[in-house]
C-alpha cells in the first residue's frame, strides 16, 4: 500500500470522531491510497471514506496535495517507488527495511541528492511508546555511559509466507525484519565499523523455500563499543517469557529494557527496578483498541515527527543517510553469515556513495 499525506484542514475531534488518523496527527493527515489490489483499497475505502483511491502511482504522484509518499509495499520494490516519488517532487516516508540490495541503496541516495527531496524510514519501533520512554530517559542520563546495546525482533513468520509469498524469495530476514534491532543498535552506538554474524535456516525457512531465518549478529561501532542484535523468524513464540522486540541499553551507572508487544518500559532506580506499564492507558491510542494490533500508533508519530521537521526545517532520524548506512550494516550482516567471516562496512558505504 502507499499512502499520500498532506497537512490537515482544521478540524473539531468532538464532531469528527470517525477519522481515528486525523486525532493521532496535527500537523499531516492522509489524502491518498493507492494498492494495485481491488479489494485493498475498497477495505480502505471502508475506513476512510474521504480519501483518493488509484491502483496507478503515477496518478497518486502527479496530485497536487501530496506533500510526503509513505511506502509500504514489498520490499525489493521500495527502491523504484522511492525514486518515483522523489522524482515527482515529493518528500518519502518509506517503511523499513529501506531497500534491499546495495544497487537501490545507491540509486536511491543518488536520487535523493539530485532532486534535494527529503526521507525518513519508517523504523516503528522507535516510536512506540515503551522505546520513547527509554529514549527520553537515556538522554537525561539516567543509566549514565552506554557501554552496551542487545536488541532482538523474533517471530514466527508462517502466516507472513501465506499472506506476502514475496518474502521468501525477493528479500532476506536481514532487511525484512533484523532491521528492527539492527536499527535499534544503530540508534544507540552510531556508526558501526564492522560485523560478525552467524546465519541458519529454520525448519519453517525450509519449508516455504527461504534463505537464513535464524541471524546472530555482533556489531562493533566506530568507537569500540558492543551491540548484539538477534532475529528468529520459525521459532515458536513465548511471548510470556520474551516479547517480540526487546532493546537492552547497559549503562555506567544503570540499565534498562523496552519491549514490543507488551508495553512495558523497565529500569534500575536507587529504589529498585521500576517497571513502567503504560499499556492500560495507551492501547487505544497504539492498538486502536485491540490489545496488540499492529502499528496505528507508531506510524502516526512517525508521521507526525517527520511532518513537523519538514515545516520547521529541522533535523530527523533515521533520514536518508543514515537508512543507507542501516542497510549497509544489514547487507554486512548478510556477507558475514554466508562467509562466516568479520565484514567491515567501509567498502559497503564506499559502494554506495557515502
Ligand atoms: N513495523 C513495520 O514497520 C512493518 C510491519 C510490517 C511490514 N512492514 C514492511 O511493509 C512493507 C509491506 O509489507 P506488507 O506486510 O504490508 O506486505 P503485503 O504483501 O501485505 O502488501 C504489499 C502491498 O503492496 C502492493 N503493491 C505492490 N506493488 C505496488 C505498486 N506498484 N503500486 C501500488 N501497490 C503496490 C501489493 O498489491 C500489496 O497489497 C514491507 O516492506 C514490510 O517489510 C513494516
Known sequence: MLVALTQPVPRDPATDPRDIGRLRTTHVRAVAGCDLREEKIAAARAVCPDLFYTTRYEEMLARRDVDIVCIYTPDHLHGQHIVQAFEAGKHVICTKPLVNSLDDARRV?????????????????????????????????????????????????????????????????????????????????????????????????????????????????????????????????????RNAIELMLYGSQGTSMAQYHDMRYIHTSPDGDIIEDPLYGKRAYYFNNEVHGMHYGEFANYAEYFAEALLEDRPYSPDLEEGIETICVLEAIRRSAHSGQPVQLAPLLAEVGL
Open 109 to 241: 541516495l543518488e536520487a535523493g541528492r539530485r532532486t534535494g527531496r527529503k526521507l525518513m524510514v519508517g523504523q516503528s519501533t522507535r516510536f512506540f511508546e515503551s522505546f520513547r520512554r527509554q529514549r527520553r530517559a537515556f538522554e537525561r542520563g539516567e543509566i549514565g555511559a552506554l557501554e552496551f546495546v542487545d536488541a532482538h525482533y523474533i517471530h514466527r513468520m508462517d502466516w507472513y509466507y501465506d499472506k506476502s509469498p514475496w518474502a521468501a524469495t525477493t528479500t532476506d530476514w536481514a532487511f525484512l525484519c533484523l532491521s528492527h534491532p539492527v536499527d535499534l543498535v544503530r540508534w544507540y552506538l552510531g556508526h558501526i565499523v564492522e560485523v560478525h554474524a552467524l546465519g541458519y535456516r529454520s525448519s519453517l525457512a525450509q519449508k516455504y523455500g527461504a534463505g537464513f531465518d535464524i541471524y546472530a549478529a555482533n556489531l562493533r561501532s566506530s568507537d569500540g563499543r558492543i551491540g548484539r542484535a538477534m532475529g528468529h523468524y520459525g521459532l515458536h513464540d513465548l511471548p510470556s517469557a
